[in-house]
């Protein structure tokens, strides 16, 4: 039984889920980053600085916006195959002596959500980015694209539906705000929720109850199980993504801009996302629109 995913009756919070900070190789410490994201809008960001599981709730400083722990890992599996890995989460007792599996097993049991990071900056096959049961994929990557051109992994997350349809997919900034990796707010995600807090953000993250994006913005997400509405900021197209060659589109090259589109998600299709794409080619996706059941929250491990 397939329900919708999304219930856009809350509020929607902007966020960032990858960043560094002068606790690992960023530039800014943890009051400036909070000043200048919140100065853009944005209200949570998550702590992902290399191998340092943050603690958010021993910072006894006041920030303008809500931090939530989290950790970036790195490093080859057994077979060489080399990944960095984003864990949202309170964890500890990780380090590198013990090893990138191992480490992404003990955050996983205490209760960490796992992000394949960066895959086609890193080169990663596709069987590397279905091997581990990874709950999210960074679709885009701010860094990556300024760094060199490798901040799309669309492909890999297409690849990674195909055979978990519950894969959910993200943008990022993974700033790092020194002169060598000056971007920031420039991926980031959208939840919706009744409030802001760190247990509801964590809860819209885990049902992806949110979208990515790089520009636009839904307004609401309406999906019944077999129709799904947008209300969408001005957008020159509108696509509902399925698998393989499947898709439906609204929007022309030529024609007016526009600010909502209706689909009829086909029920042979193994999972459908909807993008949008204003006229800068910026876009903006939800994830997976349709999902087993309202109360399945269990991993794919
Ligand atoms: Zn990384
Ligand atoms: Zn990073």
């Given at each position: ?22 606790a690992?190789d960023?530039?800014?410490?943890f ?10 809008g944005y209200?949570?960001?998550f ?22 722990d989290g950790i970036e890992?790195?490093?080859e ?31 996983r ?12 900056w ?7 980015a ?29 690849m990674?539906l ?8 993200l ?13 920031w707010?420039?991926?980031?995600i ?22 990515s994006?790089?520009?636009p913005?839904f ?20 696509r ?7 898709g ?8 007016s ?11 042979n ?5 909807l ?21 399945d ?5």
């Open positions: 039984m397939q329900t919708s995913r999304y219930d856009t009756s809350g509020r929607w919070y902007k966020g960032n889920v990858h960043l560094h900070s002068t690992s960023g530039g800014r410490t009051a400036e980053i909070a000043a200048m994201y919140a100065g853009a209200h949570f960001l702590r992902t600085d290399h191998w340092v599981a943050s603690d958010v709730a021993a910072d006894p400083a006041e920030y303008p916006l809500l931090w939530l890992l790195d490093g599996d057994h077979g060489g195959s080399r990944y960095h890995v984003v864990c949202l989460g309170k964890v500890a007792g990780l380090s590198r002596d013990m090893g990138l599996v191992a480490a992404m097993e003990a955050a049991a205490q209760g960490a959500f796992l992000v394949l990071a960066h895959p086609t890193m080169g990663n096959s596709q069987d590397d279905t091997r581990y049961g990874f709950d999210a994929v960074e679709a885009y990557n701010h860094v990556c694209r300024w760094l060199n051109g490798k901040g799309d992994a669309f492909v890999y997350w297409q990674m195909d055979r978990f349809p519950e894969t959910l997919g943008a990022v900034d993974d700033a790092h705000i020194r002169p060598e990796h000056p971007g707010n420039g991926g980031w959208m939840i919706n929720a009744p409030e802001l807090s760190p247990e509801s953000v964590r809860a819209a993250l885990r049902a992806g109850n949110y979208y994006s790089c520009g913005e307004s609401t997400i309406e999906c019944d199980g077999t129709q799904v509405t947008v209300e969408t900021s001005p957008v020159q197209f509108a509902l993504v399925g698998p393989g060659w499947s439906q589109r609204e929007g022309s090259f030529e024609g801009l526009l600010a909502a589109a209706t689909f009829e998600i086909p029920p299709w193994a999972y459908a996302y993008e949008i794409e204003d006229a800068q080619g910026r876009r903006a996706w939800t994830n997976p629109l349709l999902r087993k059941n309202s109360d929250t269990a991993s794919k491990a």
